[in-house]
Every structure is written in structure tokens, then in C-alpha cells.
């Protein structure tokens, strides 16, 4: 039943940033992205109970699951420890998934976002890695292991104590490598020389490394003139050894379409191509810039309503160019709709979700300052 593991595509689909028209995800848009992808011979699929509030599951359902036959494609969900309150909350969760997405077992299974404190002491105290075991013996799950987001010490203690994680995925770009948050190329390290499969979220973090300065970009374009600049940043790590497949949160059609031409006919990075790389990221780092990665975890429960990593966005794009109007007039537009920066009440809520551990309160009283 289902697809194989060593049959794993080089390119993932990631279901976290889908197309939305009116407030809601635009399905038919979705379809079209499901049918391009599915077409290039590709067939991972990664969602999760969170992703577009709760709505992801259901999307792959509508897409994915009802049209096209099951043993076609691979399906990835994630459990999410911060809906955990009780131990029958593991089972509960896992069923409402199944419901959601259409389906009777899922290909992967992830314990979401594991990191020093809080989510890993949760998966610990519902002993969370033997229910998935004991799911695998029951067919509901094929392949079990979890997405990470922290300490390398952390995860060599968890990989010791759990040999029956069969793969990880972690937030792996060129910019994060030496992040002393991220710390993307310790954990890459570890996983590869254990021999562990890595599934790579946020290879363009965010976004981030698909749209760049005019400079660097040109600096790109002059090697590789027809190549989009995401491309370069999906090549690097979809060239690394031991990274089985890079997912890709692709919006719309035009995404999907610029990743199926950089894994089709794949190249890896050359050496020249990896020192240009190097000095591209010397160049990024050189700006302070807020590393938020739009995952969006933030926002559900924001009492004031503010789209944070919007808010973030702009900013980064002000410290580099203090004079884009455009920028602005997003931000004016934005504030139209949801909160401003400087309404952020200080609960902490968002700060308590956030992968990349940002300082969010602080980052929007300064945002406030300046576009307030």
C-alpha cells in the first residue's frame, strides 16, 4: 500500500501557503498547482492540523485526495502539541486528520515543531513516540519521525533515545547556516552523518531568498541568465547529500511551474556556483533584517488581529530601501484590514509560538515607530 520511501521526489509540495481569493483558499487555483506538480511525476505532499487555520487538511482533500487515486501520491501531516491537553487528545486529533484529509492512513507522520521546552516536554509526557510506533503497527502510518526546530544538543539526546525515527525535517537554507537561532548547517551535520533522511522546510525562507536586492539578483542572473533566483536557493540544498526532499510552499501556478523547471533535468551547485553563493550571503547578512519566515504561527491567536509577519515584511524591505512607497502603501492597506503594529498589547502569545524565537513584542514596538 502507497508509495515507497526510496521512491521519495526531490521536490516536495508544501500545502502551508496555498492561493486564498476572498478570505479562502482558492481551490480551483489549488487544483490547477496539484495537477502541474502531479504531472511532473512528483507525489509528496506536506500539510498539517495548524496550516491555513485548520483548513490545509481539507484543501489536500478537495485537491488531492478525491481526485486522484491513493497509492499516486504521498501524504505528510503533522500532530500539533499546542492543541494537546490531555492523553486522549493524541487519538482524538489524529482521527479529526483523517477525517479532514480523506484518508485512511497517512504516508508520514510528524510531531510538529519540536524544540527545547514546551512542545518537546508535551510529546514526551504523552509518550507521543511510542503511539506513533504502535500507529504503524496498525497501518495508520507508514513512515514516523518529526519536524525540529531546535538545539543541536537537544536533537542528538532526542535521535539516542528514539531509533525508531526514521526521518527528520529541518529549516534548511543558504542564509541560515550559520543563524545562531537556526543553527541549520549543526543539525544538517548531525542528521547526515547518522545516515537520517532530511526533509528540508523553508528553503527560501519565506520567501525571502526568491526576492532580493536588484544587485544580487543581477549577480545571479549573470550565470545563469534564464534561471529564476529561488532556483539557486532550492538547488543548493535539494544538492545536498542526505536531503531526501525539499518542500516548497508554492502559492501560485507560476511557482509551481519555476520549481518543476529547476527539478526537471536537475543540476547540482557547482563549486563556482557554491563561492558565488557564499559571497551572496555575506552580502544579506551584512543587513539587519527581521528572520521571520511568514510560517504564520503567530497570527491565529493575535488578540489585536495583526499580521505580523506582513508587518515584518515591510519593515525588512524599508531597511533596505527607506524610501519604497510601495512598502508603505502595502502597509497602509494592510492596517486597512487588521491591526497596526502599535497595537500589539504585549500578551506574548505570539512569541510562544514562534519558530525562529523572535522577540516579537520588541520588534513591533519598533515597527510601530516607524510606520505608525
Not at 114 to 125: A, L
Not at 143 to 148: D, L, T, W
Not at 168 to 187: G, W
Request: charged fraction near 25%; proline fraction near 5%; include cysteine.
Amino acid at each position: 500500500m502507497g508509495i515507497e520511501l526510496s521512491n521519495m521526489p526531490k521536490l516536495g509540495f508544501g500545502l502551508m501557503r496555498l492561493p486564498e481569493k476572498d478570505g479562502t483558499i482558492d481551490m480551483d487555483h489549488v487544483c490547477r498547482m496539484v495537477d502541474h506538480y502531479m504531472k511532473m511525476g512528483s507525489h509528496y505532499f506536506d500539510t498539517a492540523y495548524v496550516y491555513h487555520g485548520g483548513k490545509s487538511e481539507v484543501a489536500a482533500r478537495e485537491a488531492l485526495v478525491k481526485r486522484y487515486p491513493r497509492e499516486s501520491f504521498m501524504l505528510a501531516t503533522k500532530l500539533p502539541a499546542w492543541e494537546i491537553r490531555k492523553e486522549s487528545d493524541v487519538e482524538r486529533l489524529f482521527n479529526e486528520q483523517l477525517e479532514r484529509a480523506g484518508v485512511d492512513y497517512f504516508d508520514f507522520y510528524l510531531l510538529h515543531s519540536i524544540e527545547d521546552g514546551s512542545n518537546y516536554d508535551t510529546y514526551v509526557k504523552y509518550d507521543c513516540f511510542s503511539w506513533g510506533v504502535k500507529k504503524k503497527e496498525e497501518g495508520k502510518i507508514k513512515h514516523f519521525g518529526f519536524s525540529y526546530h531546535g538545539s543541536p544538543e537537544l536533537l542528538e539526546e532526542i535521535l539516542d533515545a528514539h531509533p525508531e525515527t526514521e526521518f527528520v525535517q529541518i529549516q534548511l537554507n543558504y542564509l541560515d547556516r550559520t543563524n545562531p537561532v537556526v543553527r541549520s548547517e549543526e543539525l544538517y551535520n548531525i542528521l547526515n552523518k547518522r545516515n537520517i533522511p532530511i526533509i528540508v522546510m523553508e528553503p527560501v525562507r519565506g520567501g525571502m531568498l526568491a526576492n532580493m536586492a536588484p544587485e544580487i539578483e543581477e549577480k545571479f542572473k549573470a550565470v545563469r541568465p534564464d534561471a529564476s533566483v529561488a532556483s539557486w536557493a532550492l538547488r543548493f540544498v535539494a544538492s545536498l547529500p542526505g536531503v531526501m526532499t525539499v518542500l516548497s510552499g508554492m502559492s501560485n501556478e507560476e511557482q509551481v511551474l519555476d520549481n518543476i523547471d529547476t527539478f526537471t533535468n536537475f543540476e547540482p551547485i557547482s563549486d563556482k556556483e557554491f563561492e558565488l553563493i557564499n559571497e551572496v550571503t555575506a552580502e544579506i547578512l551584512a543587513i539587519p533584517q527581521i528572520g521571520c519566515t511568514a510560517c504564520k504561527y503567530c497570527t491565529p491567536g493575535c488578540p489585536m488581529k495583526i499580521s505580523i509577519p506582513d508587518v515584518f515584511r515591510t519593515v525588512n524591505t524599508l531597511r533596505r530601501y527607506p524610501d519604497d512607497w510601495r512598502s508603505k502603501n502595502f502597509y497602509r492597506g494592510l492596517t486597512g484590514r487588521s491591526g497596526k503594529a502599535s497595537d500589539c498589547v504585549g500578551c506574548g502569545q505570539c512569541e510562544r509560538v514562534c519558530p525562529q524565537h523572535l522577540p516579537i513584542i520588541e520588534l513591533l514596538k519598533e515597527a510601530g515607530a516607524m510606520l505608525d
